[in-house]
């Protein structure tokens, strides 16, 4: 079964530094999330692309992540400065369609020291 | 007040046993709801799938849905200790052509353990 490919799986950082995350989706699939999934709570939407475009990221914290999906295909997710706070999982999800079941990820856990 | 709100358990049960797993929402306009397993150090995986009210059964899994009461179940039949894991909720709203937006709101997880 297609999977969706996440890179690093794990990530240990200093805060003030830059942290860049990847993903590849299940081929054909238009739709593709950044979720965030900080310990012992579910995830949260960071940013949601239809092909290329952005059609939501009311929940990015714009001053330091920034997402982009340049060719409508893979996916980066880059923190810049990181912080403490941003210690979590980072989960990459997609859909064929904006109304079709998600599929995840196994993540990237980032740790900022 | 969460949108979604999940009972974190712990819940620990006996293999064999039925479970009962819950999650209450706020939003009336969620109209698609999910129920995700996450394995420790994984990603959730897509367990069960249903729109709007009603019952869905999958296997030794049934889901459950109220939306008068906005309330949604899980329960699992003959429990194995593979079904260890966390369960999540999910559910999104629709737009005005009646498809899911796909953004999906999570309930903080359920933490199973089926104990042989």
């Known amino acids: 079964e297609a999977e969706v490919a996440q890179s690093p799986r794990y990530k240990i950082t200093e805060k003030s530094q830059a942290v860049a995350f990847w993903c590849d989706p299940i081929?054909?699939?238009?739709?593709l999330y950044w979720y965030r999934q900080i310990l012992g709570q579910g995830p949260e939407l960071l940013v949601q692309?239809?092909?290329?475009?952005?059609?939501?990221d009311s929940q990015l914290p714009k001053d330091r992540f920034s997402a982009e999906r340049l060719k409508g295909v893979d996916s980066t997710l880059k923190i810049q400065p990181a912080e403490l706070g941003d210690s979590a999982m980072y989960l990459c999800?997609?859909?064929?369609?904006?109304?079709?079941?998600?599929?995840f990820g196994n993540g990237t856990r980032l740790t900022v020291t | 007040q969460k949108e979604v709100e999940q009972d974190p358990g712990p819940l620990s049960v006996p293999e064999g046993a039925i479970v009962s797993l819950n999650c209450t929402y706020s939003?009336?306009?969620?109209?698609?709801f999910m129920w995700y397993r996450q394995y420790s150090r994984k990603g959730p995986e897509l367990l069960m799938y249903t729109y709007s009210s009603g019952n869905k059964e999958d296997g030794r899994f049934t889901a459950q849905v109220d939306k008068s009461s906005k309330y949604i179940s899980l329960f699992i039949r003959d429990s194995q200790p593979s079904d260890s894991a966390t369960y999540l909720c999910a559910m999104s709203a629709s737009n005005a052509g009646g498809t899911s937006y796909g953004k999906l709101t999570f309930g903080q997880g359920t933490i199973l353990t089926v104990h042989p």
């Open positions: 939003n009336s306009a969620f109209q698609y």
């Open positions: 081929s054909g699939h238009a739709t």
């Open positions: 999800a997609s859909s064929l369609r904006g109304n079709s079941p998600l599929h």
């Open positions: 692309f239809q092909d290329e475009s952005v059609v939501d």
